[in-house]
Nanobody
């Protein structure tokens, strides 16, 4: 089973950087869209960035120019390099793998990794 797991969260001061990793056991014959979300305390989960199986990348406006999404060559991990962090970036960061195996779709979520940015 594909079970994404996030790594790399932590506590930093504003202006600092963190690099998040999400790794999963994937099937070579399937394709995957990978997405990062975050959820601040008391708020709804929100989209941060995504990279689809064709390599198309999207960012939320709030992180453009500061965050960079990438994946490894084997497409079993997705990374989120976060620079110039702001207190409003604080939250639990989740990754989501959307699996397409012969046109059958399934979604897998990680457990999250905490990011705390202090001013």
């Amino acid at each position: 089973s594909v079970q994404p797991k996030e790594f790399g969260g932590g506590s930093v001061q504003a202006g600092g950087s963190l690099n998040l990793t999400c790794a999963a056991s994937v099937y070579r014959y399937c394709s995957y869209d990978m997405t990062w979300y975050r959820q601040a305390p008391g708020k709804e989960r929100e989209f941060v960035s995504s990279i689809d199986s064709d390599g198309k990348i999207r960012y939320a406006d709030s992180v453009k120019g500061r965050f960079t999404i990438s994946q490894d060559n084997d497409k079993i991990a997705v990374y989120l390099q976060m620079n110039n962090l702001k207190p409003e970036d604080t939250g639990m960061y989740y990754c989501k793998f959307e699996e397409d195996c012969d046109s059958t779709w399934e979604t897998f979520w990680g457990q999250g990794t905490q990011v705390i940015v202090s001013s």
